[in-house]
Each structure stands twice: as structure tokens, then as C-alpha cells.
């Protein structure tokens, strides 16, 4: 990674920033940990989701990033295009002190991550300074820019696809009945790290028989059997880029009911996938999928969306869901993942993470496993 | 885990609100994953800051857990005391849906976890509501309860500092140059999921060198080497509950700056230590060490506060910093952390958690690796 993609995207944000009249403001302040790193290189991540491991000021005259003393050094290593300020207190006591640097009126801000207590405190002390600073939501900016990946930012996502694709292969391969869920789920694991993760993208989803009707079960102590359903929802961290894939699987033959199901959901599938090209609104997209499952019986059991885009963050936009449309575009990289749960008995679920092309989508997990019902 | 607990648990939160003159309202809106745990035994995290798995409304006459389908079945098995409302589209726009069933005027918010944008939402939808519900901040009031531990909570807190302790002396007995950080951060991660663990309390540090300085920092590729400073501070989460220590070790002699630096850490912690009883301020047994590294002329390195509280959450209250202090009470569970890093050098921590007793703290991580230099 170097630091003129860093420097070109924060040109970038410039740019949309003054273009943007319904933003009002001349600066931005990044605290997502996505963000902060798309935009800088720094991969620190929050700790916790209240503890902040440090955040960007950016406008047309400064780069900053403000960090504490645990963040310096890795600050100063990884995001040399920035200037590091380590604050004395905290953020919002060391404001007087670190704008004494900066030359901007209205700061942009993330309000969909900053929390209500910290908009209050610092928005209290920069209005304190003279001249005074104002705080303005950014409604997204970042976050939209991130939706559209770049062709290398496409290649790093395929390599993660690809590495999960194939640990799925190898676990899939072995599952035999009497293994408990966890133990699936951690062979998951430890195949990411051996083969060089840093680590799964979120928590694996092992889920067998009556779990598998958990749309986000837990792995349990449970042993999987023959002819149930078995989930898993597993995706890996390479060089910071997230995968994400779902696979259904059944030692022996399953009852009619889920191959019922089975079919259904990947009918649904197939179809969304057929009906995704630049430009076609989200919403559009889901409604092929959840039309096809309703009227196959079952539109009281897909509660979720359709799909997510993938990128830095296991979950980011765009959306595909029923609701808050938004028109596809070259570059999205996101899932398509439709599912059918029946309480107490078990559900299917199937996922793939796609890249927009302009021909169409590709297809980024690559994972055979499927049932011909 | 009995319902009992958490009855009690709510029942003590609404004597809290009603006691509590200073904050307003006669109901609690609780959205952070470790307080949903502790009121209602809901174990769901929340995947990212911005993606909820549910939250509580309390009052006296309510106890509604409100989450999405993806967690319906899970919340129902885990929290027999509350009712379960699954939104069917989210929960801003459900909010005329489930207040139907509610009874309170003034919600109380998670001011430190709550979004600006949710707030903004949150508060436009109750307030179209006939008769309104108005928004006031919590203040803390749920993490304040978990500050103080109940007796079975600091048998859980030991047998989960008792596990790291284990896995630490394993690992470190096996220490050799020429393994990488992160093969070692791995082999902890291992051991912690084979001894039964749900994993690790927060991403393992280990940090050998110049790394060591790092005070955050992120296991690398690095050998470890001869007579240099590795900081292992790691820990583990078993039934919900984190541990967290930290060792520094040495394979070999190390100079005389690290000998001094470890000495002045070590005695540092060990003041402090002797300085904790019930009634005594934090800010005063940060001093205790503060002035001792200062006097050592090490002043400028040591920059994080010394230690924090431990309980569901790896971070939490009572804090132990040099600002903002605190009363610390029997029941406190907390770790003392002096640490001393000198940049492109290295650094030394030292860290053991404890509770706090009638007759002073008792030391709930047992791991004897220290130097006598």
C-alpha cells in the first residue's frame, strides 16, 4: 500500500466535500475505523466501540490525525501522509490546543458512529474557540465513497473470497455426524490463520438442525447429524478486506420439506443474480428473490435483507433489502443471500459475494457446493 | 444462569431511577451489548457499532426486549423475563408498533453508546407519539451497578483469570528465539479455545523489541531475539467473563536499562497495589505509581492510565488514571498496568488483575514470572 493512493483519496473527499452543498461544511472529521483507514492506512482498530483508537481532521490546509500515546508510533508507521498530533488529555480537553493548527469552520462529522455524549462535548468546546467551530453531519460520504472499490481494492477482496472458498471446500469435505458445531466452527479458524488471515471477517456461523432456523446461531456444543440442515457462514480477513459466503449442507438426504426449501432459496438466488446490472435499484433486486420465496409459501421466513456490500468492513453499503433502494454501480462489491428459516426446524441459506462489472456481476466466492433437488 | 438474577438486576435498576433525582425518567432504553447481557442474559453482541441485535425497555410496569428476527428465537431462550418484540421493519419505525404496549413518559439513553443519528431519530419518532416520550441521558447508571461485582461474578472473573494465567506460564516456558510474534499470539488463541474458553478477551498482544514500545501494538512477523523485552498482555472471555494480564519476559540477561525499567515497573505496580482499599480515590493509586516511574526519571513514558475495570466487558469502570477519579468500592474488579516504553527501544508492562476486599485487593491472575533484578 503507498501513500499516493491515501493522498488521492483524501483529494477525493475534498472535492465530493466542497461539491456537496447539502453538507455544509469545509472540513471532516473521520472516527470509523474503516474509514480512518481508507482514508490514512492507520489500521488500528477500536478497542472497543467506545473507545476511539484515534480520528482524522481533514480540509484543503491540514492532514491530522489525532491519536493517544498507545497509537504514536504505529500513527507516524502506517499514515505518513498525515501529520500525527498525540493528544496530552483526551480529544475533546486537547481541542484548544490541536486547532490552534487547524484553519476550518465547519467540521463534518460521522453521526451514524460518533455517539450522542461525544457530539455534545465536543461540539460544546468548539464552540468555545474564536473563532467558533460548528459540527454538521456528513451524512455518509466516506462510507459512499468505500462503496465503490477500486480495481485493486476488487483483486484484494477476490483473494480473501477465493481463501475462504476453498477452507470451505477442505471443512465441508470432512463434516461427518457427531462433530459439535464448534468444533467445525474452529478448524474454520484455524485454516484462516494457517493460511495467513488475520483473522476471520466475523464470528462463524455453524449451525445444525433446529439451530440452522437461527439466522445468527452461535456454534454450539451440538452434534451434527445426518440428513439435517447444517449453515455455515464464514468469511476471512486478508490485508484488511473482508470475505463473506454461505453454504447449506446435508449428510444424506434431506425430507422433502427442505429440498423444497433448498431449491426455493437458491431458485431465488439465481434469479436476483440474473436481475443485478449497473444501474438497477436494490430494492429491485431483493424483490426478485422475496417474491420468488413468497410465493413458494415461505414469505413469513426470509426476515432479512437480501444483501450487503463487502469491503473493509463485513457489513457496509450498499444495501439490498426491501426497503431505502439505492441504484447499483459498477464497482459494488456486496452479497446475495437470501434464506429461508422454519422456527424449531431449521433453514437454508445460500450466499455469494459478487463484484458489479459492467457486463454484470462476478461471481467473487468460488465454492461448488450445491444440491441438484 | 438463573431468571432470578436478572429480575433482581432490573428491580435494582428501578430503584436506581426512581432514587436518582438527577436523571429524569421512568423507564431505561438499554443498547449496550454487556448491559443487555447483565439485565436480561441476552448474550448477543452487536456485529458492528452501528448494528444493533436488540435492546431493553424497562420500567416498572414493562420489560420488552425488542430485537429483529435474526435474534427472535435466541432472545426468547435467553431471556425468559422479558417479552421478545421482533420488529418488522426497524426499530425507529416500529416505535408506534411497540409503545402501544408500554407505559412511561421520559426514556432513559445510553448517552455514551447511543448514535448521534439514532438519537436524532429516536427522539423525532417518540416525540409525534400522543402523549411524547422525551429522551434523557442514563449517565452511566447500568455500567455503575457492574462496577460492583457480585460474589459469583468474581468466581467467574477468577476462573477466567485463572485460565489466562495457565495458558501464559505454558506459553512462556516454551518461548524461543526465532518465533514470530504472531505464531506465538496464536498458540495463546489456541490453548484459550482448547481449555473451553468462548476465546480471547481482546486481540493478544505480544510485542518483542523495538515493538514493545507499542503499547497497542499488533503481533507481527517478527522474530523474537535474545535478552530483548516481550510484552505478552493477553486474556481470555470464559462464560462471558474477560480476564487480562500482562508479562514482560526476557530470554536471557537484558541491559541495564531494562533492568532499571523493569525494577521501576515492578515497584511502581507493587506501591500501587499496596496503596488500594476500599474508600481510596483511583487518581490517588494512579499517583502512587505515576511518581515513582517520574522520580525514575521515566516520567515522559509512561502515558496510559494504570488500570480499568474487568467484568463482561474487557474495559470498563472503575477507571484508574491520573484524571476524573473515583471512590473504589469492595466488588471493584480492576487491573493495575504501570507500563514504561521508550520509543525504537522498547518497553516493559506488568499487569495483574484484581478485587477489590474489605481487607484490601486480592490478586485474581496467578502467574509468578517475574524477574528479581
Known amino acids: 500500500m503507498n501513500t499516493p493512493i491515501f493522498e488521492e483519496r483524501t483529494a477525493r473527499l475534498l472535492q465530493l466535500l466542497q461539491a456537496a452543498t447539502e453538507i455544509d461544511c469545509d472540513a471532516a472529521w473521520i472516527i470509523k475505523p474503516a474509514n480512518r483507514r481508507y482514508l490514512s492506512g492507520f489500521t488500528a482498530e477500536d478497542t472497543q466501540l467506545t ?28 499514515a505518513p501522509s498525515f501529520s500525527v498530533y498525540t493528544v496530552k488529555k483526551n480529544f475533546v480537553e486537547d481541542i484548544p490546543e490541536f486547532t490552534r493548527h487547524i484553519s476550518f469552520s465547519r467540521l463534518g462529522f460521522e453521526e451514524d458512529y460518533l455517539t450522542w455524549d461525544l457530539h455534545q462535548k465536543t461540539g460544546e468546546k468548539l464552540a468555545e474557540l474564536s473563532p467558533p467551530i460548528t459540527l454538521t453531519p456528513l ?9 465503490i472499490k477500486e480495481d485493486w481494492e476488487v483483486m484484494a477482496l477476490e483473494k480473501s473470497a477465493d481463501m475462504i472458498s476453498k477452507i470451505l471446500d477442505e471443512v465441508i469435505g ?42 445468527h446461531a452461535v456454534p454450539s ?3 451434527i447429524q445426518h440428513r439435517e440442515p447444517i449453515i455455515l457462514d464464514v468469511g476471512v480477513r486478508l490485508n484488511g478486506y473482508c470475505s463473506d459466503i454461505t453454504r447449506t449442507v446435508f449428510l444424506g438426504e434431506p425430507d422433502d420439506t427442505f429440498k423444497n426449501i433448498y431449491r426455493t432459496v437458491l431458485h431465488a438466488q439465481r434469479s ?76 437454508v441459506r445460500l450466499e455469494e459475494m459478487v463484484v458489479l462489472e459492467t457486463a454484470g456481476p462476478r461471481i467473487l466466492t468460488n465454492n461448488g457446493h450445491f444440491y441438484d433437488f
Open 51 to 78: 473507545e476511539s483508537s484515534g480520528s482524522l481532521l481533514i480540509s484543503d490546509e491540514n492532514r491530522w490525525l489525532v491519536t493517544d500515546s498507545r497509537y504514536t508510533l504505529t500513527a507516524e508507521n502506517e
Open 139 to 147: 451524512k455518509g460520504m466516506v462510507d459512499h465513497m468505500r462503496e
Open 174 to 215: 470432512d463434516l461427518k455426524p457427531g462433530v459439535t458445531e464448534k468444533e467445525v466452527a474452529w478448524r474454520i479458524e484455524c485454516l484462516a490463520r494457517e493460511n495467513g488471515a488475520e483473522g476471520l471477517s466475523f464470528p462463524s456461523i455453524v449451525a445444525s438442525g433446529p439451530n440452522s432456523a437461527l439466522p
Open 221 to 223: 456444543n451440538r452434534k
Open 272 to 347: 436476483a443474480l440474473g436481475q443485478i446490472s449497473p444501474s438497477v435499484q436494490s430494492t429491485q433486486v431483493d424483490a426478485v428473490a422475496r417474491n420468488i420465496i413468497a410465493d413458494a409459501g415461505f414469505g413469513a421466513y426470509f426476515g432479512h435483507g437480501l444483501g450487503h456490500g463487502v469491503g473493509l468492513a463485513t457489513h457496509e453499503g450498499p444495501r439490498l433489502g426491501p426497503r431505502e433502494g439505492t441504484l447499483l454501480q459498477t464497482g459494488n462489491v456486496f452479497t446475495v443471500e437470501p434464506g429461508i428459516y422454519l422456527p424449531g426446524k431449521g433453514g
